[in-house]
């Protein structure tokens, strides 16, 4: 931390900075106690909110949120069952959201987002909040600002399937089967499937 406390003290120009936290994924070991059958999936996620929360107070303590931006995110949903409330008001997508929340000089109003959005909305969201320039794809949102917006696009693989894509566009599910030549759409294609179909195997080719 006081690394981290330096640079905000001492640096004049826009800087970025990420720390990872795994101490939530199983086994679920609780380090400061250092007992492996102590630990468990709750007390994890307490530890990890309490050190989030000393996090936060101290880049509130330092001034850092009149000038900076606080993102904290998972890389994806807990690894447990889904609760009947999450599937009743997610349904199928309910396995791949994941908690997010901003703090700081975000310009969002107060309370949750409604929009859609997906982890490659957020490099192109900070670099529009630290240059004042946007320019985005269709398969990027804007995350800051007063009027959030999502990505034309959403596109994820199933957690649980993981030769299918699911395609959000248009405010409706779509599923793509990854089946190398025959990769094709699964049911009712959107509107530009064929041309969606092209990019996303294009960009699959460039990244594989």
């Known amino acids: 931390m006081d690394i981290l406390w330096q640079k905000i003290e001492k640096e004049s120009k826009p800087f970025f900075a990420t720390l990872l936290n795994v101490g939530t994924h199983p086994p679920f070991i609780d380090a400061d106690r250092n007992d492996p059958n102590g630990s468990n999936e709750i007390a994890a996620f307490k530890r990890a909110d309490q050190e989030i929360a000393r996090l936060v107070k101290g880049l509130e303590d330092r001034g850092f949120l009149e000038k900076g931006i606080v993102f904290v995110v998972g890389d994806h949903r807990a690894m447990t069952p889904r609760t009947t409330q999450e599937i009743a008001l997610f349904g199928e997508s309910s396995l791949s959201r994941v908690p997010a929340f901003a703090l700081g000089m975000t310009h969002l109003p107060k309370g949750r987002v409604k929009s859609v959005h997906q982890h490659t909305d957020f490099m192109p969201s900070v670099l529009s909040k630290v240059t004042g320039m946007e320019c985005l794809s269709d398969w990027q949102g804007q995350i800051f600002g007063p009027l959030p917006s999502s990505p034309k696009v959403v596109i994820y693989s199933h957690p649980a399937i993981r030769d299918e894509l699911r395609v959000y566009i248009d405010g409706i ?36």
């Open 173 to 208: 599910y779509h599923q793509l089967k990854i089946d190398g030549d025959n990769t094709r759409w699964l049911g009712t294609p959107p509107h530009n499937g064929e041309k969606l179909l092209k990019q996303i195997v294009k960009q699959r080719l460039s990244t594989d």
